[in-house]
Protein backbone atom coordinates (compact mmCIF):
# COMPACT_ATOMS: atom_id res chain seq x y z
CA UNK A 1 0.00 0.00 0.00
CA UNK A 2 1.26 3.54 -0.70
CA UNK A 3 1.65 6.11 1.95
CA UNK A 4 2.91 8.81 -0.36
CA UNK A 5 -1.27 10.19 0.00
CA UNK A 6 -0.57 10.99 3.79
CA UNK A 7 2.23 13.59 3.11
CA UNK A 8 0.36 15.01 0.40
CA UNK A 9 -2.35 15.88 2.71
CA UNK A 10 -0.19 16.68 5.30
CA UNK A 11 1.23 19.91 2.84
CA UNK A 12 -1.53 20.57 1.43
CA UNK A 13 -3.14 21.60 5.32
CA UNK A 14 0.23 23.38 5.94
CA UNK A 15 0.39 25.24 2.47
CA UNK A 16 -3.72 26.27 2.55
CA UNK A 17 -2.98 27.65 6.26
CA UNK A 18 -0.24 29.52 5.77
CA UNK A 19 -1.36 30.59 2.32
CA UNK A 20 -4.12 31.53 3.84
CA UNK A 21 -2.96 33.87 6.74
CA UNK A 22 -0.73 35.83 4.30
CA UNK A 23 -4.42 36.41 2.33
CA UNK A 24 -5.70 37.45 5.40
CA UNK A 25 -3.55 40.26 6.23
CA UNK A 26 -4.48 41.68 3.22
CA UNK A 27 -7.65 41.37 3.62
CA UNK A 28 -8.77 39.05 1.62
CA UNK A 29 -10.42 35.30 1.86
CA UNK A 30 -8.40 32.63 3.08
CA UNK A 31 -9.83 30.59 -0.34
CA UNK A 32 -7.92 32.94 -2.14
CA UNK A 33 -4.77 31.28 -0.19
CA UNK A 34 -5.77 27.69 -0.50
CA UNK A 35 -6.41 28.33 -4.06
CA UNK A 36 -2.50 29.76 -4.17
CA UNK A 37 -1.25 26.86 -2.74
CA UNK A 38 -2.97 24.57 -5.22
CA UNK A 39 -1.30 26.21 -8.26
CA UNK A 40 2.22 26.78 -6.42
CA UNK A 41 2.62 23.38 -5.38
CA UNK A 42 0.69 21.79 -8.42
CA UNK A 43 1.67 21.18 -11.81
CA UNK A 44 1.24 24.59 -12.99
CA UNK A 45 4.32 25.52 -10.70
CA UNK A 46 6.73 23.39 -8.12
CA UNK A 47 4.94 20.09 -9.42
CA UNK A 48 5.37 18.58 -5.94
CA UNK A 49 1.67 17.92 -5.49
CA UNK A 50 -0.51 16.24 -7.96
CA UNK A 51 -4.69 15.23 -7.90
CA UNK A 52 -4.99 11.56 -7.36
CA UNK A 53 -8.46 9.58 -7.03
CA UNK A 54 -7.94 9.25 -3.27
CA UNK A 55 -7.54 13.73 -3.15
CA UNK A 56 -10.52 13.92 -5.94
CA UNK A 57 -12.82 11.62 -3.46
CA UNK A 58 -11.67 14.01 -0.39
CA UNK A 59 -12.83 16.90 -2.58
CA UNK A 60 -16.15 15.84 -3.78
CA UNK A 61 -16.82 14.84 -0.09
CA UNK A 62 -15.71 18.39 0.94
CA UNK A 63 -17.88 20.43 -1.43
CA UNK A 64 -21.18 18.17 -0.81
CA UNK A 65 -20.17 19.21 3.03
CA UNK A 66 -19.60 22.96 1.89
CA UNK A 67 -22.54 23.42 0.09
CA UNK A 68 -24.70 21.62 2.60
CA UNK A 69 -23.46 23.77 5.65
CA UNK A 70 -24.51 27.11 3.19
CA UNK A 71 -27.95 25.50 3.26
CA UNK A 72 -27.95 25.00 6.62
CA UNK A 73 -27.12 28.72 7.31
CA UNK A 74 -29.60 29.94 4.93
CA UNK A 75 -31.95 32.58 6.41
CA UNK A 76 -35.30 31.21 4.90
CA UNK A 77 -37.24 33.68 6.48
CA UNK A 78 -35.09 36.65 5.50
CA UNK A 79 -35.21 34.84 1.66
CA UNK A 80 -39.21 35.56 1.79
CA UNK A 81 -38.55 38.96 2.83
CA UNK A 82 -36.07 40.27 0.19
CA UNK A 83 -38.89 41.47 -1.61
CA UNK A 84 -38.93 43.19 -4.46
CA UNK A 85 -35.81 44.72 -4.92
CA UNK A 86 -33.43 41.71 -4.14
CA UNK A 87 -35.83 39.22 -6.44
CA UNK A 88 -34.87 42.07 -9.49
CA UNK A 89 -31.07 42.60 -8.75
CA UNK A 90 -30.58 39.00 -8.21
CA UNK A 91 -32.92 38.07 -11.32
CA UNK A 92 -30.76 40.66 -13.33
CA UNK A 93 -27.85 39.54 -11.84
CA UNK A 94 -28.08 36.34 -13.12
CA UNK A 95 -29.58 36.40 -16.30
CA UNK A 96 -27.23 39.08 -18.05
CA UNK A 97 -23.71 37.13 -17.11
CA UNK A 98 -25.83 33.76 -18.21
CA UNK A 99 -26.23 35.84 -21.90
CA UNK A 100 -22.61 37.35 -21.60
CA UNK A 101 -21.08 34.33 -20.44
CA UNK A 102 -22.01 31.76 -22.92
CA UNK A 103 -21.31 34.74 -25.97
CA UNK A 104 -17.55 34.67 -24.69
CA UNK A 105 -17.80 30.36 -24.45
CA UNK A 106 -19.23 30.19 -28.58
CA UNK A 107 -16.40 32.87 -28.77
CA UNK A 108 -13.44 30.70 -27.95
CA UNK A 109 -14.90 27.45 -27.79
CA UNK A 110 -14.50 26.15 -30.50
CA UNK A 111 -16.05 23.03 -31.73
CA UNK A 112 -13.29 20.10 -32.06
CA UNK A 113 -15.73 17.82 -33.76
CA UNK A 114 -17.32 16.64 -30.58
CA UNK A 115 -20.87 16.32 -30.09
CA UNK A 116 -22.85 19.36 -31.09
CA UNK A 117 -25.19 19.11 -27.90
CA UNK A 118 -22.22 18.62 -25.63
CA UNK A 119 -20.33 22.10 -27.19
CA UNK A 120 -23.20 23.91 -27.02
CA UNK A 121 -24.00 22.55 -23.36
CA UNK A 122 -20.18 23.40 -22.91
CA UNK A 123 -20.77 27.05 -23.54
CA UNK A 124 -23.49 27.35 -22.07
CA UNK A 125 -21.71 26.36 -18.90
CA UNK A 126 -19.10 28.97 -18.79
CA UNK A 127 -22.09 31.77 -18.34
CA UNK A 128 -23.46 29.31 -15.63
CA UNK A 129 -20.09 29.69 -13.70
CA UNK A 130 -20.19 33.73 -14.14
CA UNK A 131 -23.98 34.00 -12.68
CA UNK A 132 -22.68 32.67 -8.95
CA UNK A 133 -21.83 35.52 -6.49
CA UNK A 134 -19.82 34.97 -2.70
CA UNK A 135 -21.04 38.43 -1.01
CA UNK A 136 -18.68 37.20 2.41
CA UNK A 137 -16.12 39.59 1.01
CA UNK A 138 -18.70 42.72 0.07
CA UNK A 139 -20.12 42.19 3.87
CA UNK A 140 -17.26 42.68 5.45
CA UNK A 141 -16.00 45.65 3.18
CA UNK A 142 -19.43 47.57 3.97
CA UNK A 143 -18.94 46.74 7.52
CA UNK A 144 -15.54 48.48 8.00
CA UNK A 145 -17.36 51.26 6.25
CA UNK A 146 -20.09 51.19 8.29
CA UNK A 147 -22.24 51.04 5.65
CA UNK A 148 -23.91 47.61 6.09
CA UNK A 149 -27.32 49.19 7.60
CA UNK A 150 -27.69 51.01 4.23
CA UNK A 151 -30.28 50.46 1.19
CA UNK A 152 -26.80 48.99 -0.85
CA UNK A 153 -25.95 46.90 1.76
CA UNK A 154 -30.17 45.02 2.70
CA UNK A 155 -29.84 45.04 -0.81
CA UNK A 156 -26.75 43.06 -1.49
CA UNK A 157 -27.76 40.81 1.33
CA UNK A 158 -31.02 40.21 -0.12
CA UNK A 159 -29.95 39.69 -3.86
CA UNK A 160 -27.28 37.11 -2.85
CA UNK A 161 -29.28 34.83 -1.35
CA UNK A 162 -31.60 34.75 -3.71
CA UNK A 163 -28.94 34.82 -6.80
CA UNK A 164 -27.69 31.16 -4.64
CA UNK A 165 -31.06 29.61 -5.32
CA UNK A 166 -30.81 31.01 -8.93
CA UNK A 167 -27.25 29.78 -9.97
CA UNK A 168 -28.06 26.24 -7.85
CA UNK A 169 -31.40 26.41 -10.85
CA UNK A 170 -28.95 27.63 -13.83
CA UNK A 171 -26.41 24.52 -12.39
CA UNK A 172 -29.38 22.01 -12.38
CA UNK A 173 -31.27 21.99 -15.27
CA UNK A 174 -27.43 22.67 -17.49
CA UNK A 175 -26.30 19.88 -15.75
CA UNK A 176 -28.80 17.56 -15.93
CA UNK A 177 -29.59 18.39 -19.82
CA UNK A 178 -26.01 18.56 -20.79
CA UNK A 179 -24.70 15.71 -18.67
CA UNK A 180 -26.58 12.77 -20.72
CA UNK A 181 -26.76 13.09 -24.32
CA UNK A 182 -28.72 10.22 -24.44
CA UNK A 183 -32.01 11.49 -22.50
CA UNK A 184 -34.10 13.46 -24.06
CA UNK A 185 -35.33 16.74 -22.40
CA UNK A 186 -39.00 16.21 -21.74
CA UNK A 187 -37.80 13.27 -19.36
CA UNK A 188 -34.97 15.38 -18.15
CA UNK A 189 -37.21 18.02 -16.80
CA UNK A 190 -39.68 15.59 -15.74
CA UNK A 191 -37.10 14.75 -13.47
CA UNK A 192 -35.95 18.27 -12.13
CA UNK A 193 -39.72 18.11 -11.69
CA UNK A 194 -39.57 15.14 -9.43
CA UNK A 195 -36.65 15.77 -7.42
CA UNK A 196 -38.28 19.51 -6.30
CA UNK A 197 -41.10 17.22 -5.38
CA UNK A 198 -38.42 14.88 -3.47
CA UNK A 199 -37.19 17.78 -1.71
CA UNK A 200 -39.82 19.08 -0.39
CA UNK A 201 -41.75 15.98 0.56
CA UNK A 202 -38.01 14.22 2.42
CA UNK A 203 -37.21 17.54 3.70
CA UNK A 204 -40.23 18.28 5.33
CA UNK A 205 -40.00 14.83 6.81
CA UNK A 206 -36.50 15.12 7.86
CA UNK A 207 -37.19 18.64 9.28
CA UNK A 208 -39.67 17.04 11.31
CA UNK A 209 -37.76 13.86 12.02
CA UNK A 210 -35.26 16.33 14.03
CA UNK A 211 -37.94 17.99 15.93
CA UNK A 212 -39.53 14.89 17.21
CA UNK A 213 -36.06 13.41 18.17
CA UNK A 214 -35.08 16.23 19.84
CA UNK A 215 -37.78 16.02 21.89
CA UNK A 216 -37.47 12.38 22.78
CA UNK A 217 -33.79 13.02 23.83
CA UNK A 218 -34.99 15.94 26.01
CA UNK A 219 -31.33 18.06 25.17
CA UNK A 220 -29.60 15.10 26.14
CA UNK A 221 -27.16 13.03 23.52
CA UNK A 222 -26.88 16.17 21.21
CA UNK A 223 -23.73 14.55 19.03
CA UNK A 224 -26.35 12.80 17.54
CA UNK A 225 -27.86 15.47 15.82
CA UNK A 226 -24.82 16.11 13.77
CA UNK A 227 -24.26 12.32 12.61
CA UNK A 228 -28.00 12.63 11.82
CA UNK A 229 -27.83 15.26 9.58
CA UNK A 230 -24.61 13.98 7.60
CA UNK A 231 -26.54 10.72 6.95
CA UNK A 232 -29.44 13.01 5.54
CA UNK A 233 -27.09 15.15 3.81
CA UNK A 234 -25.42 12.21 1.67
CA UNK A 235 -28.39 9.89 1.07
CA UNK A 236 -29.91 13.39 -0.29
CA UNK A 237 -26.86 14.11 -2.70
CA UNK A 238 -26.24 10.40 -3.37
CA UNK A 239 -30.45 10.23 -4.05
CA UNK A 240 -30.04 13.25 -6.79
CA UNK A 241 -27.26 12.05 -8.77
CA UNK A 242 -28.49 8.46 -9.11
CA UNK A 243 -32.56 8.77 -9.40
CA UNK A 244 -32.86 12.55 -10.92
CA UNK A 245 -29.35 13.20 -12.37
CA UNK A 246 -29.25 16.37 -10.55
CA UNK A 247 -25.67 17.49 -9.03
CA UNK A 248 -24.97 15.88 -5.35
CA UNK A 249 -24.64 19.30 -4.54
CA UNK A 250 -27.78 20.33 -5.34
CA UNK A 251 -29.36 17.85 -3.21
CA UNK A 252 -26.82 18.54 0.22
CA UNK A 253 -27.57 22.13 -0.33
CA UNK A 254 -31.35 21.43 -0.50
CA UNK A 255 -31.33 18.99 2.96
CA UNK A 256 -29.10 21.48 4.55
CA UNK A 257 -32.24 24.24 3.79
CA UNK A 258 -34.55 21.80 4.77
CA UNK A 259 -33.12 21.92 8.10
CA UNK A 260 -32.20 25.13 8.57
CA UNK A 261 -35.31 25.79 10.55
CA UNK A 262 -34.63 23.44 12.94
CA UNK A 263 -33.52 24.55 16.85
CA UNK A 264 -30.66 22.11 16.43
CA UNK A 265 -29.02 23.56 12.78
CA UNK A 266 -26.35 26.30 14.56
CA UNK A 267 -25.53 23.37 16.87
CA UNK A 268 -24.95 21.12 13.78
CA UNK A 269 -23.34 23.56 11.82
CA UNK A 270 -20.85 24.12 14.91
CA UNK A 271 -19.86 20.76 14.62
CA UNK A 272 -19.52 20.42 11.61
CA UNK A 273 -16.95 23.36 11.08
CA UNK A 274 -13.80 21.31 12.45
CA UNK A 275 -14.36 19.01 9.64
CA UNK A 276 -14.20 21.59 6.88
CA UNK A 277 -11.76 23.48 8.40
CA UNK A 278 -9.18 20.71 9.29
CA UNK A 279 -9.46 18.49 6.14
CA UNK A 280 -12.30 18.61 3.69
CA UNK A 281 -12.36 22.84 2.50
CA UNK A 282 -9.03 23.03 2.16
CA UNK A 283 -7.98 19.74 -0.13
CA UNK A 284 -11.18 20.81 -2.22
CA UNK A 285 -9.80 24.13 -2.75
CA UNK A 286 -6.11 23.08 -3.36
CA UNK A 287 -7.49 20.15 -5.38
CA UNK A 288 -8.94 23.13 -7.99
CA UNK A 289 -5.42 24.81 -7.85
CA UNK A 290 -4.01 20.88 -8.35
CA UNK A 291 -6.07 20.57 -12.04
CA UNK A 292 -4.78 23.89 -13.12
CA UNK A 293 -1.69 23.71 -16.07
CA UNK A 294 -0.05 26.67 -16.57
CA UNK A 295 2.40 24.81 -18.67
CA UNK A 296 -0.11 25.66 -21.72
CA UNK A 297 -0.85 28.96 -20.87
CA UNK A 298 -0.30 30.58 -24.11
CA UNK A 299 -1.44 33.27 -25.64
CA UNK A 300 -4.91 31.95 -26.69
CA UNK A 301 -5.19 30.52 -22.85
CA UNK A 302 -4.09 34.45 -22.00
CA UNK A 303 -6.98 36.42 -24.14
CA UNK A 304 -9.21 33.87 -22.59
CA UNK A 305 -8.67 34.34 -18.97
CA UNK A 306 -8.81 38.51 -20.12
CA UNK A 307 -12.22 38.26 -21.37
CA UNK A 308 -13.66 35.82 -18.68
CA UNK A 309 -12.46 38.44 -16.00
CA UNK A 310 -13.38 41.34 -18.15
CA UNK A 311 -17.37 39.79 -18.42
CA UNK A 312 -17.36 38.37 -15.14
CA UNK A 313 -17.05 42.05 -13.53
CA UNK A 314 -18.81 43.70 -16.42
CA UNK A 315 -22.07 41.73 -16.40
CA UNK A 316 -22.62 41.35 -12.89
CA UNK A 317 -21.72 45.45 -12.80
CA UNK A 318 -24.42 45.94 -15.32
CA UNK A 319 -27.12 43.63 -14.30
CA UNK A 320 -27.04 43.94 -10.91
CA UNK A 321 -26.86 47.97 -11.44
CA UNK A 322 -29.53 47.88 -13.47
CA UNK A 323 -31.89 45.99 -11.51
CA UNK A 324 -30.89 48.06 -8.18
CA UNK A 325 -31.99 51.46 -10.27
CA UNK A 326 -35.77 49.49 -11.40
CA UNK A 327 -35.97 49.29 -7.79
CA UNK A 328 -35.38 52.89 -7.06
CA UNK A 329 -32.01 53.08 -5.65
CA UNK A 330 -29.73 55.91 -6.70
CA UNK A 331 -27.64 55.96 -9.28
CA UNK A 332 -24.69 56.19 -6.71
CA UNK A 333 -25.94 53.30 -4.80
CA UNK A 334 -27.09 51.57 -7.67
CA UNK A 335 -22.87 51.58 -8.56
CA UNK A 336 -22.49 50.45 -5.53
CA UNK A 337 -25.10 47.47 -5.99
CA UNK A 338 -22.80 46.52 -8.94
CA UNK A 339 -19.50 46.48 -7.47
CA UNK A 340 -20.43 44.59 -4.34
CA UNK A 341 -22.31 41.68 -6.35
CA UNK A 342 -19.51 40.72 -8.86
CA UNK A 343 -16.70 39.28 -6.31
CA UNK A 344 -16.97 35.33 -6.94
CA UNK A 345 -15.98 32.95 -4.89
CA UNK A 346 -16.25 29.50 -3.36
CA UNK A 347 -19.71 29.04 -5.14
CA UNK A 348 -18.07 29.83 -8.74
CA UNK A 349 -15.20 26.82 -8.20
CA UNK A 350 -17.58 24.45 -7.15
CA UNK A 351 -19.61 25.18 -10.28
CA UNK A 352 -16.66 25.02 -12.43
CA UNK A 353 -15.16 22.09 -10.65
CA UNK A 354 -18.54 19.90 -11.32
CA UNK A 355 -18.65 21.35 -14.73
CA UNK A 356 -15.08 19.74 -15.35
CA UNK A 357 -15.51 16.40 -13.80
CA UNK A 358 -18.77 16.11 -16.10
CA UNK A 359 -16.84 17.44 -19.33
CA UNK A 360 -19.40 20.36 -19.36
CA UNK A 361 -16.48 22.43 -19.38
CA UNK A 362 -13.11 22.55 -21.63
CA UNK A 363 -9.80 22.42 -19.74
CA UNK A 364 -8.73 25.81 -20.84
CA UNK A 365 -10.92 27.61 -19.23
CA UNK A 366 -10.31 26.15 -15.89
CA UNK A 367 -6.90 28.29 -15.42
CA UNK A 368 -9.40 31.73 -16.33
CA UNK A 369 -12.07 30.84 -13.75
CA UNK A 370 -9.59 30.63 -10.92
CA UNK A 371 -7.74 33.52 -11.49
CA UNK A 372 -11.34 35.41 -12.08
CA UNK A 373 -11.95 34.53 -8.34
CA UNK A 374 -8.87 35.35 -7.19
CA UNK A 375 -9.04 38.58 -9.42
CA UNK A 376 -12.93 39.53 -8.54
CA UNK A 377 -11.65 38.96 -4.13
CA UNK A 378 -8.85 41.65 -4.83
CA UNK A 379 -10.69 44.37 -6.68
CA UNK A 380 -14.22 44.56 -4.89
CA UNK A 381 -13.15 45.66 -1.44
CA UNK A 382 -10.63 48.15 -2.98
CA UNK A 383 -13.46 50.03 -5.49
CA UNK A 384 -15.94 49.75 -2.54
CA UNK A 385 -14.13 51.54 -0.84
CA UNK A 386 -13.09 54.10 -3.36
CA UNK A 387 -16.78 54.69 -4.07
CA UNK A 388 -17.77 55.50 -0.32
CA UNK A 389 -14.73 57.86 -0.29
CA UNK A 390 -15.54 61.35 1.24
CA UNK A 391 -18.49 59.99 2.58
CA UNK A 392 -19.88 59.62 6.58
CA UNK A 393 -19.78 56.35 8.16
CA UNK A 394 -23.56 57.08 9.25
CA UNK A 395 -24.15 58.19 5.73
CA UNK A 396 -27.35 56.27 4.10
CA UNK A 397 -27.28 54.07 7.60
CA UNK A 398 -31.26 53.35 8.02
CA UNK A 399 -32.72 56.21 10.80
CA UNK A 400 -33.36 52.75 13.31
CA UNK A 401 -30.18 51.49 13.12
CA UNK A 402 -28.53 54.94 13.22
CA UNK A 403 -30.43 55.30 16.46
CA UNK A 404 -30.01 52.05 17.74
CA UNK A 405 -25.97 52.95 16.58
CA UNK A 406 -25.41 56.22 18.20
CA UNK A 407 -27.62 55.08 21.67
CA UNK A 408 -25.06 52.04 21.83
CA UNK A 409 -22.67 54.61 21.37
CA UNK A 410 -23.74 57.00 24.05
CA UNK A 411 -24.33 53.80 26.49
CA UNK A 412 -20.35 52.93 25.24
CA UNK A 413 -19.16 56.36 26.55
CA UNK A 414 -21.07 56.48 29.75
CA UNK A 415 -19.80 52.98 30.87
CA UNK A 416 -16.41 54.75 29.83
CA UNK A 417 -16.56 57.39 32.21
CA UNK A 418 -17.87 55.28 35.13
CA UNK A 419 -15.03 53.42 34.81
CA UNK A 420 -12.58 56.34 34.73
CA UNK A 421 -14.22 57.57 37.78
CA UNK A 422 -14.40 54.40 39.84
CA UNK A 423 -10.60 54.54 38.65
CA UNK A 424 -9.84 58.06 39.85
CA UNK A 425 -11.68 56.94 43.56
CA UNK A 426 -9.51 53.77 43.83
CA UNK A 427 -6.72 55.29 43.13
CA UNK A 428 -7.20 58.38 45.47
CA UNK A 429 -8.20 55.57 48.21
CA UNK A 430 -5.06 53.67 47.66
CA UNK A 431 -3.13 57.15 47.96
CA UNK A 432 -4.66 58.22 51.19
CA UNK A 433 -4.01 54.21 52.73
CA UNK A 434 -0.84 55.02 51.91
CA UNK A 435 -0.33 58.34 53.97
CA UNK A 436 -1.53 56.68 56.64
Not at 216 to 243: T, W
Not at 400 to 419: F, G, H, M, P, T
Request: aromatic fraction near 8%; charged fraction near 15%.
Amino acid sequence: MEYRYLIDIALILFSTKLLGLVTRKFNLPQVVGALLAGLIFGPACLNILHSSELLETFSELGVIVLMFTAGLTTDIKELKSAGKSGFLVALSGVIVPLIMGTAVGFLFNKSQGENTTIHIYQNIFIGVILTATSVSITVEALKELGKFSTKVGNTILAAAIIDDVLGLICLTVVTSLGGNTDVSIPLMLLKIVLFCAFVIVFGFAANKFMGWYAKRLKNKHLQRFPILAFIFCLVFAYCSEEFFGVADITGAFAVGVALSTTQEAPYIENRFRPLEYLLLTPIFFAGIGLKVQITNFNGTILVITIAVCLTAIISKFIGCGIGAKLCGLSAGDSMRVGIGMFCRGEVALIVANKGASMGLMHESFMAPVVIMVVLCAIITPVLLKLSYRGESSYAGMETSKLAERLDVSEQLDAINRQLLDTERRMRGDKEDSERE
